[in-house]
Every structure is written in C-alpha cells, then in structure tokens.
C-alpha cells in the first residue's frame, strides 16, 4: 500500500476510536455532573448548604422555619440519576435545626419511591414526603430505616400513614424499642420539640433483617434493584448499608462519618473495624457513597479510612489503659487526639467514646 494509503487509514483509525471514546472523553466528572440542588425554590438563604453536596467541605447552618407547615418540601440534591439526599447539619439536636441534623435520600424507579431514613422528627418526616410529592407523582413503595437512632429513624412515623409502603429495618430496632433508651431520647425531643414530635411512634417495620453479617436482601422496584446489607452491631442495635446497583451508589448510613467526629452509644467498635473493612473491600469503586452525617464522597471515600483510623486509634490506646491497669476516669481524661481537635462533636462526642470503648476492653478480658 503507498505511503499515502497508509496515512489514511491511520487518519481513519484513529478518528474512529476518538469517536468511540467522545462521549467518555467528554462526560464530566460526577461532582459537576450532578450535587446541586434539585429544587432551589424551597431553599432558604441562611441555611449555609454548599452549592455541590459532593466531595464537599461546606458545613451548613440549617435554621428550621418552626412556623413552616408538615406540607412545605425541604431543599433536596440530585446525586445522580433519579437519586435525591438531604443533607443535615453537622450538630447535635436544637431548636435551629429541629431534627435535621442528619442525612436521608430516595430513589425515583419507574414503578416507585424508595426512601432512605426520615430525619429527626414526625413533622420533617411528612416534610420529606412533600418534597417527594413535589418532584414526582410516582407512589411511595419502600421505606428502608438504616438504624435505629433518632435523627435517621423518627421521622418514620409519618410514613405509617401511606398505604402500600413495605417499611425495611434491622432486627436491632425492635430491642431498640423496648429500651430505656428510647423513652428517654423521646422525652427529651418532645420537651424541645413538642409540636415536631407529635405523633410520634416507634419504627415499625414489615420486613425486619435478622441475617447473617454481611449477607443482603435484593428487592427490586420497577427498573432499579437494591441490596440491603445486615453489617451487624457497629453503630446502634443493628445497621444497615444499602447499594444502589444501577448507579452504584452506597448509602452508608453512620458506618463512616464525613466533616465530624464518630459516636459510639450503642454499637460495638470491633464491628465497626470488620465492616470498614468490609466496606472498601467490596466497594472501593462504587460511584459514590452517601454517609448518614456530611457531604457524599467519590473515591477513594477518605471518610471511611479516617473513620477507621480513629475508631482504631481509640481501641489501641483503651486496651493499652486497660492492660496497664489505668482506671476509666484516668483514662478517659488523658485520651486526646490532636488532630482531631476542633472537627465538629469532637468535644461532645471523644470522652464518650473512649469511655464506650474501654468499657469494651474491659469486657474482652472476661470472654
């Protein structure tokens, strides 16, 4: 073939695989593509919420309307096709952020909603559902509650209402219930929060996960399928992690926390190691992963080594206090983290923790 010849048919080979490849070449990266706000006209100004809620540093400063109506939708992000999260503030429950103070989502399916927990209270559970309602008529199907603590679980009473939801929990939560726990966390919310907290009942659920750690249950939705995973006793009675199949996405609940300090209350530490673990294992190319407090992450997802480096951290020097026979108050007073200091609920949440923890240390010498 003449030396032309060839050119040319190299010309035309190497148009074809740029052809072939335009569409990846040219398709932007997840955090532009999508993060923003699905629905600015419900967002209010001095909320603080970053304009892109992935890989994102912004801290919000949400400031509930008490006056606003069960009817009024919440500000929402679109984190990836028919894939909506609310994002809480990074703080503890007060009359500011009246509950929000966590994360939740759903997923939009051509037969239904799915819906990831409900926020801190019955009245910003129904908020959810308006905001829903506003982006599609699309009936809700499922509700998956991932643990049972208050700001991803009470909410859930607003749901109770809507026929034809299949409400998903972990067996954890029923123990959850029954406890003293429970009763008290409701006293004080409806102290602080008397009109949010009405109607307020315990999670019940019609299908409640009792698996081995680890194992899933699929359930499928018109074009979407979902696996719920039992990852065990980590954070509360029993947490769930949910993957997103058709775009990859992982909600994580509270096994990595993102922009703040862990809370250990009633999990177990070792648990949280074996499923971190489990977590970048399985799951260390997903698209994106959702955690119940702060910004989604693209990967590598620094939240869930960070999370586990401290939980870790903890854990070593806890057993050291123990096996030196340091006693608890010496312990815990004497357990600090540099680096740590001054992210969000480290003073609030770090003495506890490592209170928890060597409690558990302690433990492990008689087992």
Do not use: C
């Not at 129904?126 to 998956?144: C, Q, W």
């Amino acid at each position: 073939m003449p030396v032309a010849g060839i050119f040319n048919l190299l010309k035309y080979v190497l148009l074809s695989v740029l052809l072939l490849h335009l569409p990846l070449l040219a398709s932007p990266a997840w955090s532009q593509q999508y993060g923003q706000v699905a629905n600015p006209q419900y967002l209010p100004a001095d909320w603080g919420l970053p304009d892109n809620v992935i890989n994102s540093d912004q801290v919000p400063s949400i400031k509930i309307d008490p006056k606003a109506s069960a009817d009024t939708p919440l500000p929402v992000y679109r984190i990836a096709s028919d894939t909506y999260m609310f994002l809480g503030s990074i703080s503890i429950l007060d009359k500011d952020n009246r509950g929000f103070n966590g994360n939740a989502g759903f997923i939009v399916t051509s037969e239904g909603v799915v819906v990831i927990d409900t926020l801190g209270t019955p009245m910003l559970g129904s908020r959810v559902i308006a905001t829903i309602r506003s982006l599609t008529d699309k009936p809700i199907r499922y509700l998956i509650v991932t643990h049972n603590h208050p700001d991803h679980s009470y909410g859930a009473a607003a749901f109770a209402g809507i026929d034809g939801v299949t409400v998903i929990a972990h067996k954890g939560t029923n123990q959850y219930n029954l406890s003293e726990t429970l009763d008290s966390s409701v006293e004080y919310r409806r102290d602080v929060l008397p009109q949010d907290m009405q109607g307020f009942k315990p999670v019940a659920a019609d299908n409640y996960i009792d698996a081995e750690t680890f194992s899933s249950l699929r359930i499928e939705l018109g074009d979407a399928v979902f696996d719920i995973y039992n990852t065990g006793k980590h954070h509360s009675h029993g947490d769930l992690v949910v993957h997103q199949r058709k775009q990859d996405v992982v909600w994580i609940s509270d096994l990595a926390f993102n922009q703040r300090t862990t809370f250990l209350g009633d999990g177990h530490s070792k648990q949280i190691i074996l499923a971190l673990d489990w977590l970048q294992d399985n799951f260390s190319t997903a698209k994106l992963m959702v955690p119940g407090h702060g910004s989604a992450q693209t990967a590598p997802f620094p939240m869930v080594s960070k999370t586990r480096d401290y939980v870790q951290r903890l854990r070593d020097a806890m057993a050291e206090a123990v096996d030196e026979g340091v006693g608890i108050y010496d312990a815990v007073r004497d357990v600090e983290f540099s680096d740590w200091q001054g992210a969000y609920l480290y003073e609030e949440n770090h003495k506890a923790n490592a209170n928890f923890i060597y409690l558990e240390m302690e433990q492990a010498l008689f087992e």
